[in-house]
């Protein structure tokens, strides 16, 4: 692995409260402080040269015979990952109420899928096409068209990565990613996704990012997040999810709701046949509530979506953790 300094900042003084408040989410009952979220790198594994290695031969081989290298590596890989193969089970097994069967079978479908998902990305590293059957109705493009920006959120689910390698935009989109990831892996992100019109802010635990995302929204751009992952001590909203409470992040709500833009859910899910088809939900609360309920009406609103797409989908969920698990 490549050894990576700390490239934290101190805070500068002209941080606000409110605006750490944005991406934090509010003091609230709605917005609890989750001090024990459960863990996450955000870091793809290998070296860089075999990144690198990979990205070359993707370019002369079809993918079809990474996948079926992938489906005799994928037994392996549950046998020892051990802790992401129960959560996966686990999910199938109480969430869906699949037997016990069925359940073990849906794991290796999901790894599986999960694996096809990691080579359709090294492939479009190496400029390999691919098919992107978009959302009707398109509310992307209708917030395109309009003035002012909007917040664009994502989830573990499919592969909202690949939307970003196969759309351009007429607005700037501003991602937010995990500061963590390998310089190699961010490299080729930024080449393609910069030829897309948009660009890629690092969250490494300062205040940078949230300065950066309120800046681009001022500017009328989109910023693009994810609405289902907690990290470190971010506060949280808790959403009934597949019939249990589930703790959200507050900070993409809050930010959606305190800059009154609108909040978009989109969902990228690989189809057979290895094409991509875009769900787009705009989520709505009335502007009526106050600014805390309208928070909690967002993400649960973000809740049920995402529940809808992954009863669809349901080997594409790719949480490996139990994310139904609430900290005392």
């Known amino acids: 692995m490549e050894e990576h300094k700390d490239k934290r900042q101190p805070e500068r003084p002209e941080e606000s409260v409110a605006a750490k408040r944005e991406l934090a989410g509010s003091d609230t009952p709605e917005g609890k402080p989750s001090a024990q979220a459960p863990a996450w790198s955000g870091r793809s594994d290998g070296l860089p040269w075999m990144i690198r290695s990979l990205v070359a031969m993707m370019k002369v081989v079809d993918r079809r015979v990474f996948y079926g290298v992938m489906a005799a590596v994928v037994p392996f890989y549950m046998l020892f ?15 869906l109420g699949y037997s016990h069967l069925k359940s073990f079978f849906s794991v290796y479908a999901n790894h599986f899928c ?35 920006g909007f917040v664009q959120l994502s989830s573990h689910v499919g592969s909202f990565e690949m939307t970003g390698y196969l759309l351009t935009s007429s607005k700037k989109v501003n991602g937010l990613v995990y500061a963590g990831e390998t310089e190699v892996m961010m490299r080729y992100r930024s080449s393609i996704m910069g030829r ?34 907690l990290f470190g001590s971010q506060k949280s909203v808790k959403c009934r999810f597949f019939g249990s409470d589930a703790l959200f992040p507050a900070g993409p709500f809050s930010l959606a709701a305190q800059k009154d833009v609108p909040l978009l859910a989109v969902f990228n899910m690989r189809e057979r046949g290895g094409a991509y088809k875009v769900y787009e939900f705009l989520l709505e609360a009335d502007a ?8 909690t009406a967002l993400a649960q609103e973000f809740a049920d979506r995402l529940e809808e797409t992954v009863r669809l989908y349901p080997h594409q969920w790719f949480n490996y953790y139990d994310f139904w698990e609430i900290p005392q």
């Open 81 to 95: 990952s051990h802790k992401g193969y129960l959560a996966s089970y686990r999910f199938f097994r109480r969430r």
């Open 114 to 148: 999960f694996g096809k998902i990691i080579i359709d990305r090294y492939a479009a590293y190496a400029g390999r096409k691919f098919t992107l059957i978009n959302s009707d109705p398109d509310h992307f493009a209708e917030l395109m068209g309009r003035e002012g």
């Open 196 to 229: 897309h019109n948009i660009s890629l802010i690092r969250m490494d635990g300062t205040m940078t990012a949230l300065f950066e995302l309120n800046a681009a929204l001022n500017r009328g751009e989109v910023v693009s997040m994810t609405g289902d992952r």
């Open 288 to 295: 009526a509530l106050p600014a805390r309920r309208r928070i």
